[in-house]
């Protein structure tokens, strides 16, 4: 008999304890729908919609908090959009953009006029991993919806911070917030991976923007294009430091030991091509920063990324045949963020024979490997000439070098760098070496070229 009792009183229990979630959710929604808001980028000429997102109050003066990329285009193109808000309740009005952190996907607006009566508290403590955790949003302009999920502390593998969250976000719901049991916002809707896996900036990043705001204002807006640069400047400047500063390990390939892992931030991938028909095989390593900064839909920035290709011969064929092999094969390199002819000048290049030490200890230089000047420019026409034949596995390796910058145009210290090296010292074997830095200056940029070069080693 104390079975099947035991049985049905654990039943009800569990019973219990379903209503009491679903009222707790309830109540939340109840109690917190009122500083919820819809974020609109109206498009002035029609004055029609050209974005959705979602946002929430903060403050009782009107401030509200969502993501940067909400409101991007009002950035760079303010004579064109504008921001209006939409309550749950139904009610519309305008917004004043304040300030943004491009790096973390944040921004302050102020609603004009009248404000909300209700604001969200931002939490002072991170939730335990495991917790449930609540996120609101407008999903696909459906109305504002209650995601339940679980706190998974802060995913790694990226140079920003996201909180992993296993729950359902859906476009729209992008700068919605995400609550406790309590009602103090954790952490803000950012992006989603699908199948429950999702991030959100953590909070802490938004009280450090409102401390920057109320520091950097006088109760009005920022210079947004000059808060952009230094945060652009700083991260960057976060992340060579980062890199340069930690233990490099070196991974086989071919007859080199090239750079393999450098920080957790960057993962790292291998391929390679063995296909019969191909008379060249191909062995791939790579290693790339997963996630960017986002300034606009044709623009993204702060991204490390490094690869090399171990070409070679699998049978005897002429020294002209292998580099037509190895010309069409590395023909398709390109720069691995994006950016339109508005944000970057064309690339400026500088193209040269140069030398590397066996032992990869050297700056493996052979001369100035930066473009003569940072102005606009496609400079890639090069003399003719003739690559320097092999010396003997004693001498250093010569290969045909390409270093190319892009400036930023609203940031001019800024650019994108491009690195291609091929190794042209053996007929049927050789290496290529590319790295892409974006949104650098040239000081990190060249010490990081300088590592990157004096790193790789040769059997």
């Given at each position: 008999?104390?079975?099947?009792?035991?049985?049905?009183?654990?039943?009800?229990?569990?019973?219990?304890?379903?209503?009491?979630?679903?009222?707790?959710?309830?109540?939340?929604?109840?109690?917190?729908?009122?500083?919820?808001?819809?974020?609109?980028?109206?498009?002035?000429?029609?004055?029609?919609?050209?974005?959705?997102?979602?946002?929430?109050?903060?403050?009782?003066?009107?401030?509200?908090?969502?993501?940067?990329?909400?409101?991007?285009?009002?950035?760079?193109?303010?004579?064109?959009?504008?921001?209006?808000?939409?309550?749950?309740?139904?009610?519309?009005?305008?917004?004043?953009?304040?300030?943004?952190?491009?790096?973390?996907?944040?921004?302050?607006?102020?609603?004009?006029?009248?404000?909300?009566?209700?604001?969200?508290?931002?939490?002072?403590?991170?939730?335990?991993?495991?917790?449930?955790?609540?996120?609101?949003?407008?999903?696909?302009?459906?109305?504002?919806?209650?995601?339940?999920?679980?706190?998974?502390?802060?995913?790694?593998?990226?140079?920003?911070?996201?909180?992993?969250?296993?729950?359902?976000?859906?476009?729209?719901?992008?700068?919605?917030?995400?609550?406790?049991?309590?009602?103090?916002?954790?952490?803000?809707?950012?992006?989603?991976?699908?199948?429950?896996?999702?991030?959100?900036?953590?909070?802490?990043?938004?009280?450090?923007?409102?401390?920057?705001?109320?520091?950097?204002?006088?109760?009005?807006?920022?210079?947004?294009?000059?808060?952009?640069?230094?945060?652009?400047?700083?991260?960057?400047?976060?992340?060579?430091?980062?890199?340069?500063?930690?233990?490099?390990?070196?991974?086989?390939?071919?007859?080199?030991?090239?750079?393999?892992?450098?920080?957790?931030?960057?993962?790292?991938?291998?391929?390679?091509?063995?296909?019969?028909d191909n008379p060249v095989?191909?062995?791939?390593?790579?290693?790339?920063?997963?996630?960017?900064?986002?300034?606009?839909?044709?623009?993204?920035t702060g991204r490390v990324?490094?690869?090399?290709?171990?070409?070679?011969?699998?049978?005897?064929?002429?020294?002209?045949?292998?580099?037509?092999?190895?010309?069409?094969?590395?023909?398709?390199?390109?720069?691995?963020?994006?950016?339109?002819?508005?944000?970057?000048?064309?690339?400026?290049?500088?193209?040269?024979?140069?030398?590397?030490?066996?032992?990869?200890?050297?700056?493996?230089?052979?001369?100035?490997?930066?473009?003569?000047?940072?102005?606009?420019?496609?400079?890639?026409?090069?003399?003719?000439?003739?690559?320097?034949?092999?010396?003997?596995?004693?001498?250093?390796?010569?290969?045909?070098?390409?270093?190319?910058v892009r400036r930023y145009?609203?940031?001019?210290?800024?650019?994108?760098?491009?690195?291609?090296?091929?190794?042209?010292?053996?007929?049927?074997?050789?290496?290529?070496?590319?790295?892409?830095?974006?949104?650098?200056?040239?000081?990190?940029?060249?010490?990081?070229?300088?590592?990157?070069?004096?790193?790789?080693?040769?059997?």
């Open positions: 008999m104390s079975k099947p009792l035991t049985g049905l009183i654990a039943l009800l229990l569990l019973c219990c304890a379903s209503v009491t979630r679903a009222q707790s959710y309830e109540q939340l929604y109840s109690e917190y729908r009122g500083s919820l808001y819809q974020i609109r980028l109206i498009e002035q000429s029609s004055n029609s919609k050209a974005g959705l997102g979602s946002g929430f109050q903060i403050s009782a003066n009107g401030l509200v908090a969502t993501n940067y990329h909400v409101v991007s285009e009002a950035v760079s193109h303010p004579e064109k959009y504008n921001l209006q808000y939409l309550s749950v309740d139904g009610q519309e009005g305008e917004l004043e953009l304040l300030d943004v952190d491009v790096v973390n996907d944040l921004a302050i607006l102020r609603q004009k006029g009248k404000p909300g009566d209700k604001f969200l508290q931002l939490a002072q403590t991170a939730p335990s991993k495991g917790e449930t955790i609540i996120s609101m949003g407008n999903p696909l302009d459906l109305g504002m919806t209650l995601v339940p999920g679980t706190y998974n502390g802060i995913a790694g593998g990226s140079f920003y911070d996201r909180i992993h969250f296993s729950g359902s976000i859906n476009p729209g719901m992008s700068g919605g917030p995400v609550i406790n049991r309590n009602g103090e916002v954790v952490g803000i809707n950012v992006a989603t991976a699908g199948n429950q896996i999702s991030f959100l900036v953590p909070v802490n990043k938004l009280v450090s923007l409102l401390a920057d705001f109320k520091k950097d204002s006088s109760n009005g807006a920022v210079e947004l294009q000059k808060v952009i640069h230094r945060q652009l400047l700083n991260n960057q400047q976060r992340i060579i430091d980062e890199v340069l500063e930690a233990n490099w390990q070196l991974r086989p390939l071919g007859d080199a030991m090239v750079v393999g892992p450098i920080v957790p931030s960057i993962q790292c991938w291998g391929n390679s091509d063995e296909d019969e095989t191909q062995i791939a390593k790579g290693c790339t920063g997963q996630d960017v900064v986002y300034l606009s839909e044709t623009f993204n990324e490094y690869e090399f290709f171990w070409l070679e011969a699998r049978d005897p064929i002429s020294t002209t045949r292998f580099y037509n092999v190895y010309e069409e094969n590395m023909s398709g390199f390109y720069p691995g963020n994006s950016a339109g002819e508005d944000d970057v000048t064309d690339f400026n290049c500088k193209q040269q024979f140069t030398t590397h030490p066996r032992d990869g200890d050297g700056d493996g230089d052979g001369g100035d490997n930066k473009p003569d000047s940072d102005t606009a420019s496609d400079d890639t026409e090069q003399q003719e000439v003739t690559p320097p034949r092999a010396n003997g596995s004693t001498e250093p390796v010569v290969a045909r070098t390409s270093y190319c145009k609203e940031f001019p210290d800024l650019y994108d760098v491009f690195y291609v090296s091929l190794t042209v010292d053996q007929d049927n074997r050789a290496l290529v070496s590319h790295f892409t830095l974006s949104g650098f200056t040239q000081e990190s940029a060249s010490a990081f070229t300088k590592k990157f070069v004096s790193e790789i080693q040769w059997h």
